[in-house]
């Protein structure tokens, strides 16, 4: 049986297992709270994901903040859910419809971007892309060895 089979029967059948003892020592007012506490747990989890995918849809889809950053954040195994969460977008389908693995992409506004691909709505890997800078415009954004810093002067100055 694939693992993530195993993983959708297992919490079913944990709440069954969980009623059943419920009834067997409690009776029904067991059965009750129990059932009051999965079915507070299920709204919960409901609210949890309608508050990512709000603050998602207020976004560009596929925008992040910084591709670095998402690039360190990322775990193996966190759910799709998760990732928008952090990103709070979400991400650019980059696959076919309705296929396995999907790849999203998330891209920031200095043009690096984050390809995430996930399989069963798991993440299993991803990979960060930097844009490539021209060797003249990366000599004219960095400052020469021999250049002065602003405020430099000051602090060798003894205190007033």
Known sequence: ??????????????????LGLAWRSYGWG????????IVMFLLM??????QVLKRAADRPIGTVASAVMLNAKLKPKATLLHVIAMTRAL?????????????????????????????????????LTRPEVAEDE???????????????????????
């Open 91 to 127: 991400g650019e389908l980059r696959s076919p419809k309705d296929t396995q693995p999907e790849l999203f992409r998330w891209t920031d506004a200095g043009g690096s971007w984050v390809d995430c691909t996930f399989a069963g709505g798991k993440l299993v890997e991803w990979k």
């Open 45 to 50: 989890h409901f609210n949890r994901t309608m």
């Open 30 to 37: 067991g059965v009750a709270l129990v059932g009051g506490a």
């Open 1 to 18: 049986m694939h693992p993530m089979n195993f993983g959708r029967l297992l919490v079913p059948v944990g709440g069954l297992v969980l």
């Open 138 to 160: 990366a000599a004219a954004d960095a400052p020469s060895a021999d250049a002065v810093k602003p405020g430099a002067a000051d602090a060798l100055r003894p205190p007033v």
